[in-house]
């Protein structure tokens, strides 16, 4: 799977639940054809330039960093076994990064991390240490029906 992006003082980390299979097969962060994330991190201005998913890696020079709740599974959410979501692993790492957020990529990494049925988008009320947690809609395709760029917006 995909090795975490992530160093200490980010502005913002986002988080998903695993890595496609697509994006283990080639090795790159959200890059099937129906993604959004690359073209919504742009519009929203969270870079100033449009990456691709082979850039991942320069989305450090923005402040942004990326990890998933399963570290050692890819495929749809639907087929993520409960016990492949390392909850403790992924707090650990926010502590020692100190993100200013956590941005959840979907409601689905959201419910598993704060152990809830139903979360809202937006700013929760939890936090880790002093990194706020943001729920921000799925960029997967899988997700279009519940799509709404304007969280993103209001990550920062």
Partial sequence: MLPDL???NLRVVICGTAVANYSAKVGSYYAGAGNKFWRVLFEVGLTPVMLNSKDYQKLL????????LA?????PDSKIPSHA???ERFKKKIQDCRPKVVCFNGKKAAKIYLRKKYVEFGLQKEQIESTHLFVA???SRAANRWWDQKW???IL
């Fill in 71 to 75: 570290k050692n599974k890819a495929g």
């Fill in 137 to 139: 809609p799925s960029t």
């Fill in 152 to 154: 993103w917006q209001e």
């Fill in 85 to 87: 979501f390392d909850i």
């Fill in 6 to 8: 992530l160093k200490r």
């Fill in 61 to 68: 020079k923005y402040g942004i960093g990326l990890t998933d």
